[in-house]
């Protein structure tokens, strides 16, 4: 099957980011499936072509930086919409495949399916627009109205939508009844972050880092974004400064708020001291940091549309088979609750979240009952291979029903679209 596969921020394990598109594509490839990867690329300065294990890329000199303002980063979206339907719409196909963030994919998306009558599979990896209405992105009545007949164009466009998580599919089947949903996590890599080379890893970076050695570390891993929040961790280190001074917070990453948790933890006399901000590393470099870390996070701001994430840095620390804490409810924190794999993190009290997480990792029954759950999770649930099938069974269904959406009811019985 010849495949367009749309995604404005596809990552290779050499790139700083989240792998999900390149570990799915890949793997199309190796079952014998053509892949052409239509996607950004922030820094270049011309079109350019490359194959990635197989994939076909085709890199599209598209500024993008978490940095960026909202009205930025949506001049940047409308860019890649305008150049990629241009590269999309010239490839052969079977299927066009076209995954958000953010919403506005589905337009290349479409464009390329329509010009080439194939079907089209949507996948939604946030609550769009949900979430950029809450965060203040979209203020007006216009611009939120606009964004809601997008997201209702883009899933009757398709002819099966994949959701990152079960609240994401339940938001569109409460509003779109006849749009079948699959859910596909993200997942866990565990053949890189687990093993013996990952420990050796982690040992290594605890060796040649003079301010951790052994010492508890408590991670964050990922986007220095608004939405992340993690100026939390820095309220936490100056509670852990007072009640347990060699606990480590390390945050490895980049963003829009990384000068603003630099300011404050530097405010507050943490900044180096039992809080140490790293730069970004790549998918395969952060295999050390979660390996040596004793507690891994996963934040938010305290907005109930966020329960719905499918975040990769908690499914990382489930390969991993470290503990995780969350601030933020939703399905992961049941999952952690009902499971034992870490820590319910109260949202608004990073005080309180500081004296429950210090008495964890001195805890070392407690730990290590959290990394045998967090470990399961990786292996029976979250494992990439496992969800992989799940997700070409979507692909192939949908190339089955000759491009129509009114042929969804034919998708939907051959891909177990009900679950």
């Not at 994401?168 to 699959?182: E, G, I, K, L, Q």
């Not at 039992?274 to 934040?299: H, I, M, Q, Y």
């Amino acid at each position: 099957m010849r495949i367009t596969y749309i995604h404005q921020y596809f990552k290779t394990p050499e790139m700083s980011g989240g792998t999900r598109s390149y570990e799915f594509a890949r793997r199309l490839v190796e079952r014998g499936h053509q892949v052409r990867m239509i996607t950004g690329d922030p820094d270049g300065d011309r079109v350019r072509i490359s194959t990635e294990a197989g994939i076909v890329v085709h890199w599209l000199p598209v500024p993008y930086d978490n940095k960026m303002s909202y009205g930025r980063r949506i001049w940047s979206f409308l860019s890649f919409v305008g150049r990629s339907a241009v590269v999309a719409g010239r490839q052969p196909a079977d299927l066009v495949f076209a995954t958000s963030t953010p919403l506005t994919v589905a337009i290349p998306g479409a464009y390329a399916a329509l010009r080439r009558r194939v079907p089209m599979v949507f996948e939604i990896r946030d609550l769009w627009p949900e979430v950029p209405i809450a965060m203040g992105a979209l203020r007006f009545p216009a611009s939120r109205w606009a964004a809601r007949r997008l997201e209702a164009w883009a899933y009757h466009r398709s002819v099966h939508v994949i959701a990152a998580s079960s609240g994401m599919a339940a938001s569109v089947r409460r509003r779109f009844p006849d749009v079948p949903v699959t859910v596909v996590p993200n997942g866990s890599d565990r053949d890189l972050f687990a093993g013996a080379d990952a420990d050796r890893a982690g040992a290594e970076l605890r060796r040649a880092t003079p301010w951790l050695q052994d010492r508890p570390m408590i991670l964050y891993a990922g986007t220095l974004g608004v939405v992340n929040g993690v100026d939390y961790l820095v309220r936490m280190a100056a509670r852990l400064a007072d009640i347990d001074s060699e606990v480590r917070i390390v945050i490895v990453g980049d963003g829009r708020m990384r000068e603003p948790i630099r300011s404050l933890a530097a405010e507050l006399g943490v900044l180096d001291r039992n809080l140490f901000l790293l730069g970004p590393v790549s998918k395969a470099e952060v295999v050390a940091f979660f390996a040596a870390c004793d507690l891994a996070t996963g934040l938010t701001i305290n907005l109930p549309e966020l329960g719905s994430d499918s975040s990769n840095k908690v499914l990382d620390a489930f390969a991993a088979g470290r503990p995780v804490a969350v601030n933020h409810g939703g399905w992961i924190a049941e999952l952690i609750a009902e499971t034992g794999a870490g820590l319910l993190l109260p949202p608004d009290d990073p005080g309180g979240a500081a004296a429950v997480a210090a008495t964890f990792v001195r805890d070392p029954v407690a730990c290590g009952a959290a990394r045998t759950a967090s470990s399961e999770l990786a292996r029976n649930v979250f494992d990439r291979d496992l969800l992989f099938y799940s997700f070409e069974e979507v692909l192939v269904g949908a190339a089955g029903t000759g491009g129509l959406p009114q042929d969804r009811g034919r998708s939907a019985s051959r891909v177990h679209g009900g679950q």
